[in-house]
T-cell receptor
Framework: DAGVTQSPTHLIKTRGQQVTLRCSPK?????VSWYQQALGQGPQFIFQ???????QRGNFPDRFSGHQFPNYSSELNVNALLLGDSALYLC???????????FGEGSRLTVL | DAKTTQPNSMESNEEEPVHLPCNHS???????IHWYRQLPSQGPEYVIH???SNVNNRMASLAIAEDRKSSTLILHRATLRDAAVYYC?????????????FGTGTLLAVQP
């Protein structure tokens, strides 16, 4: 049984560019949440998707957007990248929006 | 959201017990106490959770104070693989979300 898978694992972008990160949830899960983890900090909640809609959002600007597909996979998009967007982006899946969370290994984004 | 306080770091020797403390003096009656850990270069993983009574599972034990204002995660015999950041998080029972609010956690070092 595959767990949560994320791609790419590492990527480098320059300021002002746009990035798309992808997440496939654990089998049987229908809800995907995204977190941002800066170096030395705990993960910070970005938003959660369920039934292809954004259900809850953390304190992140509109440059951060997402999508969930009918197969429950999800994308995180970040526009107009800033140096401060450099972080590990974690995807977590669950069964419904209240179930136990399972995390992927993350996508490490570096903005130069 | 109720806040938790943990020591920044702790050290242990291999095969000895480890007690990781967490203070949550503003906990409400419907808040569950969850513990997650994050191994190097991985996403967080669930360890254990409880409400009022002490809990045991294959990974650890959770001891909850009678007034619920503090709790302790107990690893009975630390191994090198237990070196990680441990997060103590409160999650409201019956809430409409499984959003996790992470602090900075406790970095556990295990010496051979």
């Amino acid at each position: 049984d595959a767990g949560v898978t994320q791609s790419p694992t590492h990527l480098i972008k320059t300021r002002g560019q746009q990035v798309t990160l992808r997440c496939s949830p654990k089998s049987g899960h229908d809800t995907v949440s995204w977190y941002q983890q800066a170096l030395g900090q705990g993960p910070q909640f970005i938003f959660q998707y369920y039934e292809e809609e954004e259900r809850q959002r953390g304190n992140f600007p509109d440059r951060f957007s997402g999508h969930q597909f009918p197969n429950y996979s999800s994308e995180l998009n970040v526009n107009a990248l800033l140096l401060g967007d450099s972080a590990l982006y974690l995807c977590a899946s669950s069964r419904r929006s209240t179930g136990e969370l399972f995390f992927g290994e993350g996508s490490r984004l570096t903005v130069l | 959201d109720a806040k938790t306080t943990q020591p920044n770091s702790m050290e242990s020797n291999e095969e000895e017990p480890v007690h990781l403390p967490c203070n949550h003096s503003t906990i409400s009656g419907t808040d569950y106490i969850h513990w997650y850990r994050q191994l190097p270069s991985q996403g967080p993983e669930y360890v254990i959770h409880g409400l009022t009574s002490n809990v045991n599972n294959r990974m650890a034990s959770l001891a909850i104070a009678e007034d619920r204002k503090s709790s302790t995660l107990i690893l009975h015999r630390a191994t090198l693989r237990d070196a990680a950041v441990y997060y103590c998080i409160l999650m409201r029972y019956g809430g409409a979300t499984n959003k996790l609010i992470f602090g900075t956690g406790t970095l556990l070092a295990v010496q051979p």
